[in-house]
């Protein structure tokens, strides 16, 4: 495979988010005066858009007009809060330009609202991104391939030539969807055996195996 174009999932992938997300998530919660959510809960709880996220958090029951003023509350709250503790995982940044160096794009596709994806690309990567796409109209959330579809025409890149990052189910999906060869990496919020069971062949525990992988591809 002729790697031209490497794209990443955001949360769990280039970026530890999970305790930004759980602390907004419970300002949220705690607004409405319902149950905390634990780490545990939050990390099993994103990767499907905020709306996905909410929904899984309150009761079964909860009046549509209530939960989506929940959900409004929570993307408000996470904006202002979502580069708290937020950072890369540990080699990500130095694989990042090492791609870059030997020639190859990179791009970001995240189910994340997209003001949230827009302003972490730009201001812990830099330009590092040749484009960053998150929850926006018009484009179906993963694991549709919309977005993949419409970052690769951009780009100018054909699926053959695509490698997809994720650590999630919803990114395995996401990847054959589009058509494009998927990568997981084990440092993710899923792991490696929930990887395995969910159909991912090719699994990597480094940011520096997945490096090995892009050039040698």
């Known amino acids: 495979?002729?790697?031209?174009?490497?794209?990443?999932?955001?949360?769990?992938?280039?970026?530890?988010?999970?305790?930004?997300?759980m602390s907004s998530l419970n300002e949220t919660l705690e607004a409405f005066g319902m149950e905390q959510a634990t780490r545990e809960e939050t990390r099993m709880?994103?990767?499907n858009g905020?709306?996905?996220?909410?929904?899984?958090?309150?009761?079964?029951?909860?009046?549509?007009?209530?939960?989506?003023?929940?959900?409004?509350?929570?993307?408000?709250v996470y904006q202002r809060?979502?580069?708290?503790?937020?950072?890369?995982f540990p080699g990500i940044i130095r694989m990042l330009d090492d791609v870059a160096d030997a020639g190859i794009a990179c791009a970001v596709i995240s189910n994340k609202a997209d003001s949230a994806v827009q302003k972490l690309a730009e201001e812990v990567f830099g330009g590092r991104f040749?484009?960053?796409?998150?929850?926006?109209?018009?484009?179906?959330?993963?694991?549709?391939?919309?977005?993949?579809?419409?970052?690769?025409?951009?780009?100018?890149?054909?699926p053959d030539k695509v490698l997809y990052?994720?650590?999630?189910?919803t990114d395995i999906?996401?990847?054959?969807?589009?058509?494009?060869?998927?990568?997981?990496?084990?440092?993710?919020?899923?792991?490696?055996?929930?990887?395995?069971?969910?159909?991912?062949?090719?699994i990597l525990d480094t940011p520096d195996e997945l490096l090995d992988v892009i050039l040698s591809a």
Request: glycine share 10%; with cysteine.
């Open 1 to 21: 495979m002729d790697v031209q174009a490497v794209i990443f999932d955001m949360d769990g992938t280039i970026l530890d988010t999970l305790t930004d997300l």
């Open 45 to 47: 709880r994103v990767g």
């Open 50 to 76: 905020v709306n996905k996220l909410i929904e899984r958090s309150v009761p079964e029951d909860t009046d549509p007009e209530l939960l989506a003023r929940i959900q409004t509350k929570f993307r408000e």
């Open 81 to 88: 809060r979502c580069e708290e503790t937020t950072a890369p």
């Open 130 to 158: 040749a484009i960053a796409v998150g929850e926006r109209e018009g484009y179906p959330l993963k694991p549709a391939g919309d977005a993949m579809i419409a970052v690769m025409t951009e780009m100018g890149v054909d």
């Open 165 to 169: 990052v994720g650590d999630s189910d």
């Open 173 to 202: 999906e996401f990847a054959a969807n589009a058509g494009v060869a998927f990568a997981g990496c084990a440092w993710g919020y899923r792991g490696t055996d929930f990887l395995l069971d969910h159909g991912a062949t090719r």
